[in-house]
């Protein structure tokens, strides 16, 4: 593995895109967020239509209240500047708490009611009271399940990715992707090692980090991060920053991952040369780098391909999957990225799709240039995962032939 371009200057990079519809509605979820996702669930579950006792409903009502008022508290506490573990595991599964039961409010709220008034099953307050245990049922199931799955070691997702600008002696490559790795409030350090385990099980020739290693500073997180020092491939293990990197001293990271024996690639490339043919790896910086002030830091895709053959095969990491637009633009072949985390929680996978190109797997953008969007191999936040599964991917490279 070679390296063979600096970090340049950004003055010739195609400007960033503008805020995406996501990032602009964003600015009002704080405010009636938190009021929706209590109050929904305390009416569909004590009041439309229900004649509970007075002491349940009282009881109800007030443990809604005290959520809304103690969530938004926990999160600020746990995730703000004083950084406090315990209140942010509190604020985080309370918000996936919520988050399920609102959902399931909402659906079997309308959808059950329905179908139980059209099947004549029930009526008023027997209906009422079949919707509220339906709806405390499946968010149990599902926050058991969503729990069970957020810790668990990722699954390792094999796919075959034809390029056809590969040559023969790179053919049969094997790259392995991790992303998201998001070491946060609840230990994981056993958890960082058995995943660790799962990716040198596979062999690689590639192994690449595209960002989100954790929330808070590579100092607070050192602990967990440790075992990605033990990861093995026999080219190169390559690593980019992801936008959590620039909420907690993004260049302690750079400096960690470059310690631990990753090379981070900071708008520069190097060369995978396997049997007489070469593939170029390219690294971006993640496109919030700029507005982050850290300096140095930006996404800038000239400059990471600048001295590279133009007729070499590009494989480009980039945190975000909507980096591909500018990707295609200049001919990469394959972009690989995370971020989207699948949604995590679902329905939240159709809010991810308003901001990103893509929510998971292989996807065509242009004539050349495909990306594969990675689930993750943690979680943010609430330790929950719906209908999301995380995974480590083993991507094969195939020539034309």
Sequence with gaps: MTDTSDTRSADSEVPAAPPGLLHRLMRFIPLIAPVLLWAVPCWVLLYAGQDWPLTVALTGTAVCVLGLVGMPLAMVRGHGKRQRDRAAIVGDVLLGGVWVLFTWSVLLGVLLRIAL???????????????????LGVTAVLLAWGYAEARRVPRVRRLDVRLPRLGAGLDGTRVVLITDTHYGPLDRVRWSERMCAT???????LVCH???IADGTAERRRAQALPLGTVRATHARVYVTGNHEYYSEAQGWVDLMGELGWEPLRNRHVLLERGGDTLVVAGVDDVTAESSGLAGHRAHLAGALDGADPELPVLLLAHQPKFVDRAAAHGVDLQLSGHTHGGQIWPFHHLVRLDQPALAGLTRHGARTLLYTSRGAGFWGPPFRVFAPSEITLLVLRSHT
């Design 117 to 135: 008034t059209v099947a004549g099953i029930g009526e008023g307050q027997e209906r009422a009271r079949l919707v509220t245990w339906a709806v």
């Design 199 to 205: 990716v040198n099980a596979l062999e690689a020739d």
């Design 210 to 212: 595209t960002g989100d």
